[in-house]
Structure formats: structure tokens, C-alpha cells
T-cell receptor, first 111, second 114 residues
Framework: GDSVTQMEGPVTLSEEAFLTINCTYTATGYPSLFWYVQYPGEGLQLLLK?????DKGSNKGFEATYRKETTSFHLEKGSVQVSDSAVYFCALRAGNTPLVFGKGTRLSVIA | NAGVTQTPKFQVLKTGQSMTLQCAQDMNHEYMSWYRQDPGMGLRLIHYSVGAGITDQGEVPNGYNVSRSTTEDFPLRLLSAAPSQTSVYFCASSYSGGQGDIQYFGAGTRLSVL
């Protein structure tokens, strides 16, 4: 079945550091790919998405590029802030099947 | 615009008790789903619905029932609570079941079963 693998956390960075959270997927066909973010005590919200190969999703300084050849959708940000501390989930959806999530990566940014 | 509303926010049950977690959305979304979130496990799908009157099982449906009598509401019932059901539960909705659709999540219900 479809699956998402993302790097284990937690990740701890200093403010203004570069962030990469790796995400790879297995799916039949051509799924849509998503990054969701969960701030402390809240539900998940969409951070960005890409629906076809080579698409780049971007939002709030975060970026991820849909790489079909490496089945990857790595999340990057050039300069993290304390307010970016959260749990980040990579997810995919193929056809009409339900959304499939990775296990999440907790990011802590220290001043 | 309320979005996806879950009640209650917190609940403590004793083993064997039953309860219903409520979920309502005001966006006229056809697709609704329930997830549970456990440490180190990410989000796992319990049940989902593609429209009123239609439900289906997800990855971890045992011990849970759902029904969808209206577009707006998608309650999750625990028939006989067990400690293994201690978790945070999230309801989500999207416009349809389409591949590119964004899912909108409620704030969650934190459930403890003693």
C-alpha cells in the first residue's frame, strides 16, 4: 500500500539555521504530496502542497519540490524562527484513497 | 467561519464506558474522516465518509463506530472504552475525496481511558 517515510526527530536548531526534513514516499500512480504542520495544542493545518512532478510548493518561507525520480518531497527553510517550533507531517493522497501520513518530525528552534 | 469543530476537548472515561466524540463542519464538505494520534505513530485513519449515508473503515477501525446522517456531522462512537483507546482524536474534512484536496482539521479531543 501507499506509505510515507520521514526523518525521525526530534530536530533541534538554533534560530536562523537552515532546515531540511526528509520525506520519501511509496505509491502507485502519481499522488499529490502535502506538508502539514501542528503547532502545540492545535490541530493540523496545511503548510504546502504539490500535485505533480517538479512542482514546488511554498508557504511562510518553507519550500518542497515534488521529485518523482527520487520519490521525495523534502521540506526546507532557509532561516528558521522560534515560532516555527512544531510537528511537521509529510502526507500523500493517490486517487480517491484517504490521506496517508508519515509519523511526524518534531522541530524545536531555540533562540 | 467556524471550520471543523470538535467536542469535547478533553474527556476521561473508565474502562467499559461508552461515549461519542462530536465533529461538525460548516464548509459543506463531502469528505470527512477521523484520525487518532499516538506518540511515535503519526496519524492513523479510523473511519471516513465520502458523503452523507456513506462510511468506510480506515486503518484502525476496531472499537469505533461512525455514521453520517447529515453533510455537517460525523460523530465517532466508542462502544466500550479500553485503555488502548487513550489518544488524541482529530476530525478532518475536505471538499471532496479528490487527490489534491486540502483537509481541514479540528483542534482535537484528548481522551484518557482509565
Amino acid at each position: 500500500g501507499d506509505s510515507v517515510t520521514q526523518m525521525e526527530g526530534p530536530v533541534t536548531l538554533s534560530e536562523e539555521a537552515f532546515l531540511t526534513i526528509n520525506c520519501t514516499y511509496t505509491a502507485t500512480g502519481y499522488p499529490s504530496l502535502f506538508w502539514y504542520v501542528q503547532y502545540p495544542g492545535e490541530g493540523l493545518q496545511l503548510l504546502l502542497k504539490a500535485t505533480k512532478a517538479d512542482d514546488k510548493g511554498s508557504n511562510k518561507g518553507f519550500e518542497a519540490t515534488y521529485r518523482k525520480e527520487t520519490t521525495s518531497f523534502h521540506l526546507e527553510k532557509g532561516s528558521v524562527q522560534v515560532s516555527d517550533s512544531a510537528v511537521y507531517f509529510c502526507a500523500l493522497r493517490a486517487g480517491n484513497t484517504p490521506l496517508v501520513f508519515g509519523k511526524g518530525t518534531r522541530l524545536s528552534v531555540i533562540a | 467561519n467556524a471550520g471543523v469543530t470538535q467536542t469535547p476537548k478533553f474527556q476521561v472515561l473508565k474502562t467499559g464506558q461508552s461515549m461519542t466524540l462530536q465533529c461538525a463542519q460548516d464548509m459543506n464538505h463531502e469528505y470527512m474522516s477521523w484520525y487518532r494520534q499516538d506518540p511515535g505513530m503519526g496519524l492513523r485513519l479510523i473511519h471516513y465518509s465520502v458523503g452523507a449515508g456513506i462510511t468506510d473503515q480506515g486503518e484502525v477501525p476496531n472499537g469505533y463506530n461512525v455514521s453520517r446522517s447529515t453533510t455537517e456531522d460525523f460523530p465517532l462512537r466508542l462502544l466500550s472504552a479500553a485503555p488502548s483507546q487513550t489518544s488524541v482524536y482529530f476530525c478532518a474534512s475536505s471538499y471532496s475525496g479528490g487527490q489534491g484536496d486540502i483537509q481541514y482539521f479540528g483542534a482535537g479531543t484528548r481522551l484518557s481511558v482509565l
